[in-house]
C-alpha cells in the first residue's frame, strides 16, 4: 500500500505570483472607521494526482470585529465552492462505521472506513504562520468537529485548530461538490494576528491508497 500526499506545491508557486494582486483587492465595506468589515477576495485553487483533481473556485472571506468587543476577537464569513473529480475508484468499495477525520496524532486527518472521502475545512491559527505547516505538523493542530453554520472558536496564542465544515462519502467515481455560503466563524481569546487557510482532502483505499491535499493560500483574519 502507498499512501500518495501532495501537499499543493504547484499551487504554492501560483499563488505566490497573484499575492499582490489579492492583497491590492482588499476592499472595506465601511471606509474610514476603525470597525470597518473587510472584504477579501482569496485566489483560485487547483492540484491534480493519480486519478483525482481537485478544484477551489470563487473563495472568499468577510472579516468583522467580534460582537464581545474585548479586543481579542473576531468574526469571518468564509464562502467557496470546491469540486472533487474521482476516476481511481476501485471496484467494490463499501462504507463502514466511521465518525470522519478526527485529526488524531499520526492519521494525517485520514479516515479509514474502506470508502473513499471527501472534506473541506480550514486551518485557523493565533500568531501562527499558516505557509509554514506542514503535513508532519498536523500531530500539534487541535480538532474542532465537523460544523454548519456558525462556529465560536476559542484561540489562544500559538495554537491552530482544524474547522472542517464538510464531509462525505463516496464509493463511485464521478464529481462530488461543496458549496460553502457564510460559513460563520467567531475566534476568540487570541490578542495577536490569527491567519486561516482551506484545506481540501480526497482520500481512495484500495490496492493503492491514494490521498490527495489542496491547501489554499494563507490570509489574514486581522
Known amino acids: 500500500m502507498r499512501d500518495i500526499r501532495n501537499a499543493g506545491s504547484a499551487w504554492a508557486l501560483r499563488a505566490a505570483g497573484i499575492a499582490a494582486a489579492v492583497s491590492a483587492a482588499i476592499g ?10 473587510t472584504f477579501v477576495p482569496l485566489p483560485d485553487g487547483h492540484i491534480v494526482d493519480t486519478g ?7 473563495n472568499k472571506v468577510l472579516i468583522s470585529p467580534s460582537l464581545a468587543a474585548n479586543g481579542a476577537g473576531r468574526e469571518a464569513w468564509l464562502s467557496g465552492n ?4 474521482v476516476t481511481a475508484v476501485p471496484a467494490g468499495l463499501t462504507v463502514g462505521p466511521n465518525n470522519g477525520p478526527e485529526n488524531n496524532a499520526g492519521t494525517n486527518n485520514s479516515s479509514t472506513d474502506g470508502a473513499g472521502a471527501f472534506s473541506v475545512g ?4 493565533c500568531q501562527v504562520a499558516l505557509g509554514s505547516l506542514s503535513a508532519g505538523a498536523s500531530a500539534a493542530i487541535s480538532t474542532t468537529p465537523s460544523l454548519t ?3 465560536s472558536l476559542p484561540l489562544a ?3 491552530v485548530k482544524w474547522v472542517n465544515f464538510n464531509y462525505i462519502n463516496f464509493t463511485k467515481n464521478g464529481k ?3 458549496d460553502l455560503q457564510d460559513q460563520e466563524v467567531d475566534i476568540q481569546g487570541c490578542g495577536g494576528y490569527a491567519q486561516a487557510r482551506q484545506v481540501v482532502t480526497v482520500e481512495v483505499p484500495g490496492p493503492d491508497y491514494i ?3 489542496l491547501y489554499g493560500q494563507p490570509f489574514s483574519l486581522g
Open 28 to 37: 472595506l465595506f465601511s471606509t474610514g472607521a476603525a470597525n470597518a468589515d
Open 149 to 151: 453554520g456558525s462556529l
Open 157 to 159: 496564542p500559538g495554537q
Open 211 to 213: 490521498k490527495t491535499t
Open 52 to 58: 483525482i483533481s481537485i478544484d477551489s473556485t470563487a
Open 82 to 85: 470546491v469540486t472533487a473529480n
Open 176 to 178: 462530488y461538490y461543496f
Open 122 to 125: 480550514y486551518l485557523v491559527g
